[in-house]
């Protein structure tokens, strides 16, 4: 299949292993960003392909583990309202809120849909006038676009019943707060090509400059992986830290500006709870003043409901590349696919649940 | 009343008109859709039973119209299997709920390595159900049994107030024979026996999503769901008790199959990615969905866990039958890793292969 297969050739991969090997001498942690890269690197077996020295740690880009807890309750609050068609991407719907999921409030008869875009979420407020259509609109700056132009459209169209709940978060703000802690062990980023694509990379430039971290944007296929490790390890052994491109096919340095235009059209910079994480200031999105009115936790009055999250989780420490989900208690024992503990476990992108996928424990 | 009811009470050549599918016999002007009265067993309901399924399914065990099927058995073993089916929308490219009903308990029969040899059907409609859907159904039935050659014998049909079904559920059991020299089981597969599958996965799962409201996408796609008795046959045939392990990979997909068939032979299975076939469009709208086809639903598909001196063989068998000509060895049963699953990937790396825990759900990005 064109544009798959040639990022998949077995004897390709070999040689970029083989070109991994030889230029490291020492022992170095590089952290991918994204949960999809997480996702393809244990499910070709690249980590273990690998030389010993070289450790991959897993970064917090995977937008179903950084939502807050409060955030999925406010969501299940708002589906539950019967004048309510509540709609999502599919790998939300079953993270726990405190006490539920959003599949157990469709169970229970609440109008929950998955949809593949917000725009078909628009157009079911469209067809339903008589209800409400919420969206629930999550994740980084790849999915910010398609939220902005839904409730641009909503906008234009004049529609009343049509609302996004949303807790956009940004990726740079949240590796300065790994670089800035005083237990960063991180040498170097694989940044996320598909937000990349979207804001392209010359704002990771400063952050190069400031830390001394070498960054490279990565794409998302196998030997798009092993070409990003392969530069990312070329910097680190030469001491440099600049920010280059392996995913040239999709990133360009200034990204889609479109796409940022109406970005910052909609949404302003706003500080940000992270799951897990806790707040980082100026790490994500809100909807503009002259949005407030598709404001979802405004217009069903659920901005109040707090959350308290289980003790046992250490998403946290994992999330920022601290720890590993093998080092967690709960890991395979209390916390599973099942039943998750933390958000981790429950996205297909979180590492805790690659690792038990992928009979990493 | 319409013409096609006086002729439906006719002799052969309305049967022959009936099973070409021409003209529902139910009076659409009067009835053009099922009421609970069709299933409520007074007039309405011996009037679906003797316009619509008798001269439809029309067998001498079936003509009685007891309250079962009385059936002359040889005295071998016997494969007996039942399977409900809720797949919406009823009707999707390559297919539909009918034919998918008889292909779904004739393949659970054929992996148990039997011949079929009667079917069962019973009917939960609901209340609103065009009539017209009906007959396609039930006409798609009586075709997809008659290229089996499997009558279908004895029936029910019960009505739900609207709102309580998805226009037509259905249960289908069956009956086959086992011949002597066969002792297909999950637990006889063993270390040094290979897996072969009879052509590329993924196929009907994606084929219905590409329907699903909310989901609709352009592919030219269409479900394999087809009947695999023959094709297994052939494969009997040619390796007979050689023949361990026989598994329709239908919901769960091939992982989940293969680790059910690891667990209770406690073996571990090692397959390898790049043998196992996949079309292009399938794999790019797995890609774009963020679905693994190693868990999407199968019809038309089969396993077969054979020893190894048969393998070549059976391959052979598989591809010179038409539901077979991608059949593939795609991977080997071995003594470690008892209970496991483990894939080597396209470019190498080893992972394991895990059970799916609930639905396969998109992702976000």
């Given at each position: 299949m064109k544009y798959i297969d040639e990022y998949h050739r077995e004897a390709d991969a070999q040689k970029f292993i083989a070109a991994i090997q030889r230029v490291v001498t020492r022992p170095w942690a590089i952290m991918e960003i994204c949960g999809g890269q997480t996702h393809t690197l244990i499910k070709f077996g690249i980590d273990r392909l690998l030389p010993q020295q070289v450790t991959l740690v897993h970064g917090p880009g995977c937008p179903v583990c950084v939502t807050p807890l409060e955030l999925i309750d406010r969501a299940i609050a708002i589906a539950r309202r019967p004048e309510v068609i509540f709609t999502s991407f599919g790998d939300m719907l079953r993270v726990p809120g405190s006490r539920d999921d959003l599949l157990s409030v469709k169970a229970r008869g609440g109008d929950v849909r998955m949809v593949y875009s917000p725009l078909d979420a628009v157009k079911l407020a469209q067809k339903n006038p008589e209800r409400q259509v919420v969206f629930f609109a999550v994740g980084f700056e790849t999915t910010a676009p398609g939220n902005a132009m839904a409730v641009w459209q909503a906008k234009q169209l004049g529609l009343q019943n049509f609302s996004i709940l949303t807790s956009h978060v940004l990726v740079p703000p949240a590796m300065e707060a790994i670089l800035g802690s005083p237990s960063n062990r991180v040498q170097g980023f694989l940044a996320a090509g598909h937000v990349c694509t979207v804001m392209g990379y010359w704002e990771y430039e400063p952050i190069a400059t400031k830390y001394r971290v070498p960054i490279v944007v990565t794409g998302f296929e196998p030997l798009d992986l092993l070409q990003g490790i392969y530069m990312m390890l070329q910097q680190l052994e030469a001491g440099r830290a600049q920010v280059e491109n392996q995913y040239t096919r999709a990133v360009k340095r200034a990204g889609n500006v479109p796409a940022q235009k109406l970005i910052a059209q909609v949404f302003e910079v706003t500080d940000r709870k992270w799951r897990g994480i806790g707040e980082i200031p100026r790490s994500g999105y809100r909807l503009r003043e002259e949005f407030a009115a598709f404001d979802a936790e405004k217009r069903f009055d659920v901005g109040s409901l707090t959350a308290q999250e289980s003790p046992l989780c250490i998403a946290g420490q994992i999330l920022q590349g601290l720890k590993k989900p093998r080092d967690c208690s709960a890991f395979g024992t209390k916390c599973t696919p099942e039943h998750p503990l933390g958000a981790p476990m429950v996205s297909s992108e979180g590492a805790c649940a690659a690792y038990f996928s992928y009979g990493r424990a | 009343m319409a013409d096609g009811i006086a002729e439906g009470q006719g002799g052969k050549k309305a049967g022959e008109q009936l099973a070409m599918g021409?003209?529902?016999?139910?009076?659409i002007s009067e009835y053009p859709h099922i009421t609970l009265a069709h299933g409520g067993g007074g007039r309405l309901t011996q009037m679906l039973i003797e316009k619509m399924f008798v001269p439809s399914f029309a067998n001498p065990a079936l003509?009685?119209?007891?309250?079962g099927a009385i059936l002359d058995a040889p005295s071998v073993h016997l494969a007996f299997s039942t399977d409900s089916f809720v797949v919406?929308?009823?009707?999707?490219p390559g297919g539909d709920i009918g034919s998918l009903a008889v292909h779904g308990t004739v393949n659970d029969l054929a992996m148990c390595g039997a011949r079929p040899l009667a079917l069962s059907s019973a009917l939960i409609l609901e209340?609103?159900?065009?009539m017209q859907d009906l007959w396609r159904v039930i006409q798609s039935m009586q075709n997809a049994a008659r290229a089996v050659g499997v009558p279908i014998v004895t029936g029910d049909t019960k009505v739900v107030d609207r709102?309580?079904?998805?226009?037509v559920f259905i249960n289908t059991a069956g009956i086959g024979v086992i011949s002597p020299n066969i002792r297909v089981a999950p637990t006889r597969a063993q270390p040094g026996d290979v897996v072969l599958i009879n052509g590329a996965i993924a196929v009907h799962g994606i084929a219905i999503m590409s329907v699903r409201e909310g989901l609709e996408f352009e592919t030219a796609l269409q479900s394999d769901s087809a009947p695999l008795h023959d094709i297994v046959a052939r494969v009997l045939d040619v390796a007979g008790e050689r023949v361990h392990v026989l598994r329709d990979p239908t919901r769960g997909g091939l992982a989940s199959t293969l680790n059910e068939i690891a667990a209770s032979a406690k073996v571990g299975i090692r397959l390898n990615e790049a043998q196992i076939p996949l079309d292009d469009a399938v794999r790019g709208a797995c890609e774009i969905l963020g679905l693994d086809p190693l868990y999407v639903a199968n019809e038309g598909k089969f396993l077969a866990i054979v020893a190894r001196e048969s393998a070549e063989q059976v391959l052979a068998a598989m591809r010179a039958h038409p539901l077979g000509k991608a059949a593939a060895i795609i991977g080997e049963v071995v003594a470690e890793h008892p209970g496991k699953v483990y894939l080597r990937s396209r470019i190498g790396g080893m992972r394991v292969v895990d059970m799916l825990s609930g639905e396969q759900l998109p992702r976000i990005c």
């Open positions: - | 021409l003209q529902c016999p139910i009076p003509q009685t119209l007891h309250d919406h929308p009823i009707f999707f209340e609103g159900l065009p709102g309580k079904g998805d226009g």
